[in-house]
T-cell receptor, first 114, second 116 residues
């Protein structure tokens, strides 16, 4: 157990729907990062939050949004889902906002859009 | 912009063979961090090693060893006496310490298949 908790583990939904993925970071970690792993794009950075504030955005679609709450858990909201959004979504956490202390990944949420 | 290239998309070896996974990176920062992660068939990302740009010492951990060479911008990973349980996708990744250091940039991964 890495200490980073992602729920749900699996999600199957229809096109056009909206889903929310949840991430609880490792105890003490202030940063949460979201990554998408798809067959054609590989592992891609989506967004980074540090202590409730957005710090960096990567290749995140406008249909996707995220936030980090005061208790430091984070949610990734995916709306108007398309077949191409099917992927494994990872959350990672770290103590600081840089890479020097490493990143701990959750086990991922596998999203299937049908 | 940072970039990580893993030229080997798939490697197949027979158990007990040694295998080296290549990783080449690009960055303009002088301070950066390099990582290797393992993704077994179950899907999770397992941390293997983190190395900062100022530490060029090679590292050995059991059957695993890493060769970091700044001169060639490479951070290669060798598994000695491979085992079937080593079968997985291995990712090399880079994080810069500067303004872009908020994220990991991953290579495309190398799928290692170890046959009995």
């Amino acid at each position: 157990d890495s200490g980073v908790t992602q729920t749900p583990k699996h999600l199957i939904t229809a096109t056009g729907q909206r889903v929310t993925l949840r991430c609880s970071p490792r105890s003490g970690d202030l940063s949460v990062y979201w990554y998408q792993q798809s067959l054609d794009q590989g592992l891609q950075f989506l967004i980074h939050y540090y202590n409730g504030e957005e710090r960096a955005k990567g290749n995140i679609l406008e249909r996707f949004s995220a936030q980090q709450f005061p208790d430091l858990h984070s949610e990734l909201n995916l709306s108007s889902l398309e077949l191409g959004d099917s992927a494994l979504y990872f959350c990672a956490s770290s103590l600081q906002s840089r890479g020097r202390d490493g990143y701990t990944f959750g086990s991922g949420t596998r999203l299937t859009v049908v | 912009a940072q970039k990580v290239t893993q030229a080997q998309t798939e490697i197949s070896v027979v158990e007990k063979e040694d295998v080296t996974l290549d990783c080449v990176y690009e960055t303009r920062d002088t301070t950066y961090y390099l990582f290797w992660y393992k993704q077994p068939p179950s899907g999770e990302l397992v941390f293997l090693i983190r190395r900062n740009s100022f530490d060029e010492q090679n590292e050995i951990s059991g059957r695993y060893s890493w060769n970091f060479q700044k001169s060639t911008s490479s951070f290669n990973f060798t598994i000695t006496a491979s085992q079937v349980v080593d079968s997985a996708v291995y990712f090399c990744a880079l994080s810069e310490a500067g303004d872009a250091g908020n994220m990991l940039t991953f290579g495309g991964g190398t799928r290692l298949m170890v046959k009995p």
